[in-house]
């Protein structure tokens, strides 16, 4: 039986993630990768396991490995309120929904909105799975600008002026790929704009609590609640293994979402819901992002320091404030990919950033560099083979 | 921010499920409810949670919190290998994935291979929450005849005949909701069949382990295994609140389901998967699945008694010989769906058959009966009281 003759048109516009098929081979052995986006083990409250199951059972039982209301485990909703409190969102639980990961609710969304050719409005550079996500559901892209402040208002109003977009999706602290944070003025005038043409904005926020300097910022949901879907993830503060994120929307929207969800996989696992919900309302996320901080944000100099070092000087990067990742941006004239090519050959791997725009013929030379998932020491040798892989590939060409 | 304004044209398509929503009467305090299809909380090995949580961190240590394969965690994947021979299916780790339930397969699948329009073949009736996952990619369905031996070759074969099918879905094992089964014969007809036309054949089979009389049968997968995708889970073995899922396919009809699958959830919840291994892998299964077997087993006898006792005798019925459902069939002159709402109002909740027809003009006098989930007591209250608003909705209608 050949399985492509039967595949449905929208299947021509899903391809294998050029991240996942690069992560793959940074799992060869020996390979040194800057190219994922996982979190390192040791942030990963590993030793609060067995307290939290203990708790998980007795608090409640069978009912951790039952099926579930599709709009998520009624304690952990309930939980989340709080947070949501403690990050500046008022919300109440008809707002909260859990997903299957932010990625199942970036699915969701997709499925929910996007009838082929609809344009959703996103930063060039984005976050690649969200693209992979409405890419199934034949989605087409108008790019917004963004500079080092990230997301430039004025764009995103000239987008929404002159094309009907379904959605603008935006990730404003620490973006991935580009580490960039989006200030408080910007947040303000884009939440203005946003209820001037009374668009929908989803503003993904997995990062923000992985802050290494500068103050906490205000959401831009709290600025337009009416109009922003507000979605994080409990990967980067408890475990990605585990699979949960988390949406706040007005409750309209929430309802066609959990229809949409049904479908899709009934209800998110209930025995992780559980052990996030006792997590969540136990003593440990304080303390336990605290040390995920004091992890990371050492990382951050040492990277900060051998891109100095090794790197072209024409190479540019701003240190980030938080999150996972350095963006660097070159000179068009050599394409990452070749250099990643090289570097690969060398046993260190990085993601080439064109990957992350819309239209690939962006970004040339940028490239997007995870830090939390190496040593000091490997991150030093890392930039280091990344520096020398670029000079290589600059006398290939007789770039000076 | 009107959504509505904003849905895609195949939101449409996309309804609340009927029994979701009657689950959510059923929740009502007080009301005793056949309508579900849950395990009862007391076939969990809740007992058994902390041991496998001490095997999974001590084997797997922070990978089983991690970022993992979409394709599935590897050491799980190796297990279902010798869980496939024990059924008959032989099959390496290529062919073996991990969804987020069942339902994530059926999601996946349908984005993978339905284009709005396209044709699936069903059963009369057939699983609710595949018409569900389906419907949300705009399929269309033509309907396969059975009997009181489940889906018969013949009408399979003149569907493939006259129409062109993406693929056939069917549940040949204690099916829901019919609680039927195909037999030996039918099924090496059916994998005739579909080798002859080179056809996709999708086998669902959550139930065969729960097998109460007669002995277990080869699955079609093994008839035809070019030709079919076999899919279970771990719901009615382990736990559904674990959200765990597997499938056999041809390796490349797999990886297709790979790419898909990235965009919805990344992969499936490791930390479940790390339980789920170490449940297979240790001597847990079997003698669970027996203790399974024995809370089950008597709630049938009992079921089959009240409903001779309780119910007008142009109903009928067949004991079945494993699974969760009764499937009654009484004269289409009254529609299950107004005794329900006389039942609902004694207090007694249950899924009128027409939900499961792909056509609701189509079961008008079944319905669907689940017996896992009340005790023997309740069963009996609860099919007296639905007799009861039989006898009632016939006097309303003057029928003797």
């Not at 992979?132 to 004025?154: C, R």
């Not at 884009?190 to 989803?202: G, N, R, S």
């Not at 819901?273 to 990382?299: F, M, N, W």
Request: aromatic letters at 10%.
């Amino acid at each position: 039986m050949n399985i492509e003759s039967l595949l449905a048109t929208r299947t021509s516009h899903i391809k294998a993630s050029a991240i996942r098929e690069l992560l793959k081979i940074a799992t060869n052995p020996g390979m040194i990768s800057l190219g994922g986006g996982l979190p390192s083990p040791e942030s990963f409250p590993l030793a609060l396991i067995e307290e939290l199951t203990d708790k998980v059972l007795k608090k409640y039982g069978s009912a951790a490995l039952q099926y579930d209301l599709t709009e998520g485990f009624i304690p952990l909703r309930k939980a989340l309120i709080d947070y949501c409190k403690s990050i500046g969102i008022t919300a109440g639980m008809e707002h909260i929904y859990i997903t299957s990961g932010s990625q199942g609710f970036l699915d969701s969304l997709g499925k929910l909105l996007i009838t082929p050719g609809d344009l959703v409005a996103v930063e060039g550079p984005t976050y690649l799975a969200a693209l992979q996500a409405f890419n199934a559901y034949e989605a087409k892209y108008v790019k917004m600008e963004t500079d080092d402040e990230g997301l430039i208002p004025e764009s995103m109003e000239e987008v929404l002026k002159n094309h009907k977009v379904k959605f603008v999706y935006t990730v404003p602290t620490f973006q991935n790929p580009s580490g960039k944070t989006i200030k408080t003025k910007r947040r303000e005038q884009i939440a203005e704009i946003i209820k001037k043409y009374d668009a929908l904005l989803i503003e993904d926020d997995p990062y923000s609590a992985l802050r290494y300097s500068g103050d906490a910022l205000p959401t831009i949901k709290s600025m337009a609640p009416d109009n922003v879907v507000y979605v994080s993830t409990f990967s980067k503060i408890f475990a990605p293994g585990l699979r949960l994120g988390f949406f706040v929307a007005p409750e309209q929207v929430g309802r066609w979402m959990v229809i949409v969800k049904q479908g899709v996989d009934l209800n998110t696992c209930t025995y992780a819901q559980a052990l996030a919900t006792e997590y969540l309302t136990g003593d440990y996320l304080d303390a336990h992002v605290k040390k995920i901080i004091s992890l990371y944000k050492p990382k951050v100099d040492v990277m900060a320091d051998a891109l100095k070092d090794y790197f072209p000087e024409e190479y540019k990067w701003t240190k980030p404030d938080g999150g996972m990742f350095f963006w660097v941006q070159g000179p068009n004239t050599i394409d990452m990919e070749d250099v990643s090519k090289i570097s690969i050959s060398k046993g260190v791997g990085f993601v080439p950033g064109k990957f992350f725009y819309p239209n690939p013929d962006d970004g040339l030379g940028t490239m997007r560099l995870n830090f939390t998932c190496v040593s000091h020491e490997q991150i030093k040798h890392a930039i280091k083979t990344i520096g020398d892989s670029i000079k290589e590939e600059k006398d290939k060409r007789g770039i000076k």
